[in-house]
């Protein structure tokens, strides 16, 4: 991961709230959750933990150890990152639209 984006994910926990980023974490996708969360140092994973359930917080460790092992491209990484980030409003806009207008047949 790029340093920005490690520090961006750094800046968005440590400027929110505890009860508001208990409520993100606890609503975010658990592999979504680990990709943001593995760029962090393992002391600042743990003291994040007791904000979210016990059993979620198992469940992101056991998907960064799995993601270790995955051959998950740059790419797919940096899309789940940006999503990551947009459950904290920060995620990098992409010009242009994702969505094509279906062509009509007459």
């Known amino acids: 991961m790029p340093r920005d984006v490690a ?3 750094r800046e968005s ?3 929110t709230d505890a009860t508001r980023l208990q409520n ?3 609503r975010m ?3 979504v959750c680990a990709v943001g969360l593995s760029v962090l140092s393992v002391e600042r994973r743990r003291a994040l933990y007791p ?3 016990a059993a979620k917080a198992a469940r992101i460790e056991e998907e960064i150890r799995l993601e270790t092992r995955r051959r998950t491209s740059a790419l797919v990484k940096a899309r789940i990152m940006r999503s990551f980030l947009s459950y904290f409003g920060r995620a990098a806009r992409t010009p242009g639209t994702i969505w094509i ?3 009509r047949r007459d």
């Open 51 to 53: 904000l979210i359930a």
């Open 29 to 31: 996708p658990d592999k």
């Open 13 to 15: 926990i440590e400027g």
């Open 7 to 9: 520090a961006a994910v």
């Open 24 to 26: 993100i974490l606890m």
């Open 101 to 103: 207008r279906p062509k």
